[in-house]
């Protein structure tokens, strides 16, 4: 090709073309042909009159546009170089002709330079024809192999035996390669040998040697790619050590080089290995390793769908079985877009349940719900659309009438999959459940009697219970308050003697005192002896202080009086009967009894007591019982702020800074009801704990200091024996309060 003469073609348009002629004429290399070219028809008969090499035209020429003969050019092959020689040209114009396909662009002041632009063209079109035949070789190469691809593909989707695909891939692949010698070797998991799953261009002696290779061992370069899961490329079977056992039996056959590449799923597990063999010492070009990669991929699907074929078969061999022993039928359900509906499978049994065979029942689905119970159909349709809509589990059972006339039980459940397309594909079981239902209506009829009898037992052990507990708690509060009664007797006999005898101490101290007065006033100067005892026992501070101490001992008596009243007030109980009370007298004798919690005492800094008292009517109640609300529901709040604030200052000093505080407040509801409010700023009560305080024997206090009666006994004097309300408010952290709300008509029941 370099020596052959190369047609060079001339556009003849004036001196530029001479001075081009002058240049060109005396190489004998060239063949130069002048043509006249007035128009584009013109060149483009000219283009295909000859099969030039180079076109050489003058830019000066302005009749003609360049940038249509490109186009011309360029249509008619995409090889021939266009070169221009100009006087001059700007560098937009440059630009632009080199932009639409100018090889080369020569001015006439270095018209010495196109012999060398015409030789570099050339070349590198002759470079391009190259690259252009190899693409073609990749070209018919990659369709071949797309073709042998696909043949192997068809042949695993026809579901051909995996020895088949494997020989003809292994064909295939040395069709495309005439001096290569294919071989796949699939691994047995078990005891982890190789075994020939196709080799057709190898000896069957060496074949059957090969055989059951253990990767383990150091055979060959294949049981090496086997345990690393890399290609191995051994390019000289006679020098490379891999072979070092089984050497000289694949040289004995003509084998000299071996390249050996793991088969691998997507996750990385071995599943067997491909094996080239030349006849010469050979490594791998780009062709090859495409080649084979091909070959390995396909092994793979190949492979992999095999064993799927496989473990299919075994699972629907095991399906098979279950669905004949399983205690019911398996069905599939398709609700398509259009609401028509189909059974793709159902098991044999269901026979059994409907009378109907498989066949039957996918020819007309119709028919399973012909035999369903007309007044549960509807149920029946619901569930399925719920089932449907929401895509959530379905669960139905329902009675069935038979062709026999049997009425059935059946009992249906199903996960439901949306397809691809909008349909919803349920996979399921139905079960006849006739003698369990019979047996759990026996069972129910038994439980209801039973449930009867426990029922009348735990109402009568309620009412006993009750009835013991108020008993209990009434008696405790009967002898509290006769205790109290008889303590108030006692101290209020020998206060009285004190409280009477006090007046009488205030006046004689005072008439003595105005007699002193009358004797310093009348006698200035006392003899020695009563100046000195009146020195002695400090006569101006005795005169002074001695009124105070009357005083005090008027206002310690007034205490204890009161301290009397409010004891002999709580000790006025009589439950068999209501009364007219004052709200507030109960609440402050309850608050007198327990004022020894209240107060400050050592380490204790005292509980803070406000009380916000509305003015209340006299309320009908029975005042022991709302002693007993009022202690429990006061005593509770102390305990709390005892548990939240005392044990908790003792172990962070600093922790709390509000002082533990009860509030008490009164107020009244439309003239119709009491509201009385006991708060307490604690730790409250835990919401989890909130909904069980007032049921019996519930606390939340330590063993051995409540016994979980109280807030029960309290709620039922409240709502039981005066038909209020008695609710719990608590966050924790924010503190607990109850409300009591108390009609002020009278109570609609007595007493216990």
């Known amino acids: 090709m370099v020596n052959q003469a190369l047609h060079i073609l001339l556009l003849q348009s004036g001196i530029i073309t001479d001075l081009v002629f002058e240049q060109l004429k005396n190489v004998r290399s060239y063949i130069v042909a002048r043509q006249q070219v007035n128009t584009v028809v013109d060149f483009e008969n000219l283009i295909f009159s000859s099969n030039w090499n180079v076109i050489i035209a003058d830019f000066s020429d302005t009749h003609l546009c360049y940038i249509e003969l490109l186009g011309i050019l360029r249509a008619a092959s995409n090889s021939i170089p266009l070169i221009l020689i100009a006087d001059q040209i700007n560098a937009v114009d440059a630009v632009r002709l080199l932009k639409a396909g100018v090889s080369d662009i020569i001015l006439t002041s270095e018209i010495s330079r196109l012999h060398e632009s015409i030789n570099f063209e050339v070349q590198s079109v002759k470079s391009r024809q190259l690259q252009l035949q190899e693409l073609e070789l990749e070209r018919q190469t990659a369709e071949a192999i797309l073709v042998g691809q696909n043949q192997v593909l068809e042949l695993i989707l026809r579901g051909t035996p995996l020895s088949e695909v494997l020989n003809a891939l292994a064909l295939v692949i040395e069709g495309l390669s005439k001096e290569m010698k294919c071989s796949f070797l699939l691994l047995d998991p078990k005891n982890n040998q190789l075994y020939h799953g196709a080799a057709p261009s190898l000896p069957d002696t060496y074949v059957q040697v090969m055989n059951g290779i253990d990767i383990g061992a150091d055979a060959c370069s294949c049981t090496m790619a086997a345990r690393t899961k890399e290609s191995v490329i051994v390019e000289d079977i006679a020098k490379d050590a891999l072979w070092s056992k089984n050497r000289d039996f694949a040289l004995k056959f003509g084998l000299r080089s071996c390249w050996s590449l793991p088969i691998l799923t997507k996750s990385g597990e071995l599943l067997g290995m491909f094996a080239v063999y030349y006849d010469q010492p050979r490594t791998p070009n780009d062709a090859d390793k495409q080649l084979i990669i091909k070959a390995v991929h396909l092994a793979a699907v190949a492979i992999e769908l095999a064993r799927a074929e496989s473990t299919l ?71 399925i659309h719920r089932s449907a809509t929401q895509l959530e589990p379905w669960e139905w059972e329902g009675r069935i009438v038979t062709a026999s006339g049997k009425e059935k039980w059946i009992k249906g459940a199903a996960r439901p999959a949306k397809q691809p397309n909008g349909d919803i594909l349920w996979d399921g079981l139905v079960m006849d459940i006739t003698e369990s239902k019979r047996t759990q209506a026996a069972l129910e009829h038994s439980e209801a009697q039973l449930r009867y009898k426990a029922s009348e037992l735990e109402q009568t052990l309620y009412k006993l219970q009750r009835t013991q507990t108020q008993l209990i708690q009434t ?77 005090s001992m008027q206002t310690g008596t007034d205490r204890i009086y009161e301290i009397i009243h409010g004891l002999r007030c709580f000790s006025r109980i009589d439950d068999t009967t209501t009364q007219n009370v004052n709200i507030h007298s109960i609440i402050d004798s309850v608050l007198l009894i327990l004022h020894h919690r209240i107060k400050a005492s050592g380490h204790n800094p005292g509980i803070n007591i406000i009380k916000q008292y509305s003015a209340l009517p006299l309320i009908k109640c029975y005042p022991g019982q709302l002693n007993q609300v009022f202690m429990n529901l006061i005593a509770n709040a102390i305990d709390a702020l005892e548990d939240f604030f005392f044990l908790n200052v003792q172990k962070a000093p600093r922790q709390h800074v509000n002082k533990p505080t009860i509030r008490i407040s009164t107020s009244l509801c439309s003239n119709t009801y009491a509201i009385i409010k006991i708060s307490d700023n604690g730790s409250g009560i835990p919401n989890e704990k909130k909904d069980e305080i007032f049921n019996a024997f519930f606390t939340t206090k330590p063993v051995g200091k409540g016994t979980g009666l109280g807030l029960s006994i309290s709620k039922q004097i409240i709502v039981e024996k005066h038909n209020g309300k008695l609710e719990c408010i608590s966050e924790p952290g924010q503190g607990t309060e109850f409300v009591i709300q108390i009609p002020i008509l009278d109570p609609p029941n007595p007493p216990y």
Do not use: W
């Open 313 to 383: 078969k075994q699972t629907q061999a095991q399906f098979q079985q279950l669905a004949a022993n399983i205690p019911g039928a398996i069905y599939q359900f398709l609700l398509k877009a259009n609401s028509s509906y189909s059974f793709p499978f159902v098991s044999p049994s269901c026979y059994e349940i409907y009378e109907l065979t498989p066949f039957e029942i996918q020819q007309n689905p119709k028919r399973l719900l012909d035999i369903v119970i007309s007044s549960e159909r509807v149920r029946l349709a619901t569930s």
């Open 475 to 551: 008696e405790k509060m009967s002898s509290l308050g006769q205790l109290v009664a008889g303590v108030a007797h006692e101290i209020n006999n020998p206060i009285n003697f004190i409280c009477n005898n006090i007046n009488f101490a205030n006046e004689y101290a005072s008439n003595l005192l105005d007699l002193l007065e009358l004797y310093q006033k009348y006698y200035p100067i006392p003899e020695p002896e009563i100046q000195k005892q009146a020195e002695a026992i400090e006569l101006d501070y005795l005169k002074e202080d001695f009124p105070k101490i009357l005083s």
